[in-house]
């Protein structure tokens, strides 16, 4: 089974600190996706990565960026953050670049909570 | 632009009767759709994924699901709800290079 592993499951941090929010999967995935998932509004995506060293803006970028050095781990970095960041965010990954049959698999997510 | 739109936020059932959760999509061709379910505190699973193999796509736990391109809908059915079904569904449309558009979410609550 394909193990995609979050960091930290609760995490408190103050507004301005600058945050790392890890994810490791362990299917050499090619693909990597962090979201945010917000009540009504669903799952909104925020970077996503198809390989090492290579990012692309999701839907709501602003305020995060992301690094992959290597292909088992995306981290996630909120530069500067702030209370509207108050999120879960949730980390997958997924197999294809070109079949976007193959479903993404997610780890057990991350709530953070900015004061 | 792909779509989809779940038409309940929360459906309430009673345990061991039937299951009906809504999504329509909106799509200028023929998409592949998936159902996720997401347990308190824990992240999203696959139920199941409609690829035009098949209308009537069968899922783990019971779950299964029919396209209909004349409705323009897959929405996920069971005979008999459990308690442990309560959880988040979400309906899924992939949108190519691996991207997926997610559903606003159904909240499934089962009362004894």
């Known amino acids: 089974d394909v193990k995609v592993t979050q960091s930290s499951r609760y995490l408190v941090k103050r507004t301005g600190e600058k945050v790392f929010l890890e994810c490791v999967q362990d299917?050499?995935?090619?693909?990597m996706f962090w979201y945010r998932q917000d009540p009504g509004l669903g799952l909104r995506l925020i970077y996503f990565s198809y390989d090492v060293k290579m990012k692309e803006k999701g839907d709501i970028p602003e305020g995060y960026s992301v690094s992959r050095e290597k292909k088992e781990r995306f981290s996630l970095i909120l530069e500067s953050a702030s209370t509207n960041q108050t999120s879960m965010y949730l980390c997958?990954?997924?197999?294809?670049?070109?079949?976007?049959?193959?479903?993404?698999?997610f780890g057990d997510g991350t709530r953070l909570s900015i004061l | 632009a792909q779509s989809v739109t779940q038409l309940d936020s929360h459906v309430s059932v009673s345990e061991g009767t039937p299951v009906l959760l809504r999504c329509n999509y909106s799509s200028s061709y023929s998409p592949s759709l998936f159902w996720y379910v997401q347990h308190p505190n824990k992240g999203l699973q696959l139920l199941l994924k409609?690829?035009?193999?098949?209308?009537l796509v069968k899922g783990i736990n019971g779950f299964e699901a029919e396209f209909k391109k004349s409705e323009t809908s897959f929405h996920l059915t069971k005979p008999s709800a459990h308690m442990s079904d309560a959880a988040e569904y979400f309906c899924v449309v992939p949108t190519g290079f691996q991207k997926l558009v997610f559903g606003t979410g159904t909240r499934l609550l089962v009362s004894p």
């Open positions: 997958a990954s997924s197999n294809s670049k070109t079949d976007s049959n193959q479903p993404q698999h």
């Open positions: 299917m050499d995935h090619e693909n």
């Open positions: 409609y690829t035009s193999a098949a209308t």
